[in-house]
């Protein structure tokens, strides 16, 4: 692809992001395979610097960060900071062919940003293929030098992350679905900090530890970084005490099951009440939808006191059942933004573009999918499958060029029917590469509604480059004038990722002050995969730092 020469000369140009307050962290991350023993079995994974899961980035508010990342595998990569707002620099998102080319085999490129006006707990994953499964790690960002949390100091801080645990390569699990035109096989274990714990078929596999001190209190940064599946969390005989979820400070409040869908972080406090023991930590499926199949296998761990015994019993706990939508909706509705003096919630008071997105699956033609008898399952917002482009979005729209992507993304359903009721006659959808278009400092609300087209099931939406106010919630048909009014404009929980609850609606508000293209799908991946998906083209505005960078000089090419 080549680029006018006076748009090659701003590329020469590049500077960092913005004047650096803080420090500079660098990182190198090489992706390399590496063999790995789970479950009595051994295979070849993707990983980065041989972890998994990968290496946790540290930071403070206000540090710019480079990670040069070099690609070892035979695989394209391209890998994205989860949750960082990457203000004017696109070019570091991440997500491959929406704001950058992968990065080849053999090559390399380093992300340049800075952390403005975050902190807590983010993550960063592989965006492209299913490479994510086992290319992630955390992101931990920690308040400015001298400013202390907004709750008692933890004695100490441990990353758990979450996930999912294939036997087979994973690549293999989704193109055998994409070629069949039906659902991929689901995992064969959940994991907690890369180890399912001992299972039935491998009473050997050893698992997590956390080791505590009686009466200390431990800073918990959970991560979801599962594929496909929602997930409870629970230790026995202890509760937490949740103070932010998608880096950004929350109402404390009190739980015994914290649940954290795929995209999502959740920074909870937990008090060593115990004189001694160990006590089994559980990681298990929360999925309401009984049509859809999920790893019922739950992820053990333990929490294991000083002075302890290896040889001491487990004090066991029992996993909220996977249908237990009244335990999940109690932890939903307990979140709220601290809403301080120092942490406002600005949450925008009236809107300039009122969307409506109904997101779900659908059923397409497919000669060649013998397994599907001719068809094959789809996933879509507002009927369109997003249909992904072999030039990045962001530098197509940076450089103008044509025949891209269009920019006519409904903003509403184009045949409006009883979403979460009997499904229209027609399944199919459209297939395009679609962007919606935004002018900048705009106020913008969007109604996520689920469509029980095949069946009615949760879906967690990632919107990068922003966070949002998730200002209402409910189940049914989203109803704007009945529904509207009960929207919380004081203290509405902040975030990244949100959950559309199955046959329910979410809404979600934002200010479009940050130019670029912006990608918002499921972060289930396998209806990503299917096309649930879309992005957000936010213009540039009128005033010195209100438009995008130029790209930097070894952006990946197509």
């Known amino acids: 692809m080549e680029f006018p020469v006076r748009l090659l000369v701003l590329i020469a140009l590049y500077i960092l992001p913005v004047t650096v307050q803080g420090d500079v962290r660098k990182y190198t991350f090489n992706v390399v395979t590496k063999q790995m023993t789970r479950l009595c079995s051994t295979k070849q994974i993707v990983t980065v610097n041989g972890k998994f ?10 540090d710019t960060i480079l990670v040069n990342v070099v690609n070892n595998v035979k695989y394209n990569v391209s890998i994205h900071w989860h949750g960082i707002r990457q203000l004017r620099t696109g070019w570091a998102d991440g997500p491959a062919y929406i704001t950058q080319c992968p990065i080849r085999p053999g090559q390399n490129y380093v992300y340049n940003f800075t952390v403005t006006g975050q902190r807590g707990t983010l993550w960063w994953h592989a965006h492209i293929l299913w490479l994510r499964a086992t290319v992630h790690g955390a992101i931990v960002i920690l308040p ?12 100490r801080e441990e990353v758990i992350m979450l996930g999912e645990w294939w036997k087979s390569d994973t690549e293999a699990v989704i193109n055998e679905a994409l070629k069949s035109g ?9 994991i907690i900090n890369g180890h399912p714990g001992p299972v039935s078929t491998c009473p050997s596999q050893g698992g997590f530890k956390l080791s505590v001190e009686t009466g200390k209190t431990y800073m918990l940064r959970l991560i979801n970084a599962a594929m496909n599946e929602e997930l409870f969390f629970k230790i026995a005989g202890h509760r937490f005490t949740v103070v932010e979820v998608d880096a950004v400070y929350v109402k404390p409040f009190s739980t015994d099951t914290i649940l954290i869908a795929p995209g999502q972080t959740t920074t909870a406090l937990v008090s060593a009440v115990r004189t001694s023991g160990k006590y089994l930590i559980a990681a298990s499926p929360f999925q309401d939808a009984a049509a859809v199949a999920v790893d019922n296998r739950t992820a053990t761990a333990t929490v294991h006191y000083s002075g302890t015994l290896s040889a001491a019993p487990t004090s066991l706990t029992s996993p909220p059942p996977r249908n237990a939508t009244s335990v999940a909706n109690s932890f939903i509705g307990s979140l709220r933004s601290l809403n301080s003096k120092n942490f406002p919630a600005n949450v925008p008071a009236t809107v300039d573009h009122d969307l409506l997105f109904a997101v779900g699956l659908g059923i397409n033609r497919c000669h060649s999918c013998k397994a599907g008898n001719g068809t094959r399952v789809v996933a879509g917002i507002n009927n369109v499958t997003f249909k992904m482009p072999t030039t990045a979005l962001l530098q197509a729209h ?3 060029l044509s025949g891209v992507y269009t920019t006519d993304f409904p903003g509403k359903p184009h045949h409006a029917f009883d979403f979460t009721g009997k499904p229209p006659s027609n399944l199919a959808t459209m297939k395009a590469t679609k962007v919606y278009k935004l002018p900048y400092n705009s106020r913008v609300q969007v109604v996520l509604q689920d469509t029980g087209v095949i069946s009615p099931e949760s879906h967690p939406i990632h919107l990068h480059g922003y966070n949002f106010f ?8 989203y109803n704007a004038k009945s529904d509207a009014k009960k929207f919380n404009l004081v203290d509405p929980v902040e975030r990244n990722t949100v959950s559309v609850p199955s046959g329910g609606w979410v809404a979600i508000r934002f200010r479009a002050d940050n130019p670029g293209v912006w990608f918002l799908h499921c972060h289930l991946e396998v209806h990503t995969s299917w096309g649930l998906k879309m992005a957000f083209l936010v213009e540039d505005g009128n005033g010195p730092n209100q438009s995008i960078l130029p790209p930097p000089s070894d952006l990946p090419k197509c």
Do not use: C, M, Q, W
């Open 470 to 477: 998730v200002v209402g919630r409910g189940s049914g048909n």
């Open 182 to 190: 039906l659902a991929p096989n689901v995992s064969d274990a959940h």
């Open 53 to 62: 899961p990968g290496p946790t980035i540290y930071a403070r508010e206000d």
């Open 144 to 155: 400015k030098p001298g400013l202390p949390y907004p709750f008692p100091k933890p004695h």
């Open 398 to 400: 940076y450089f103008n």
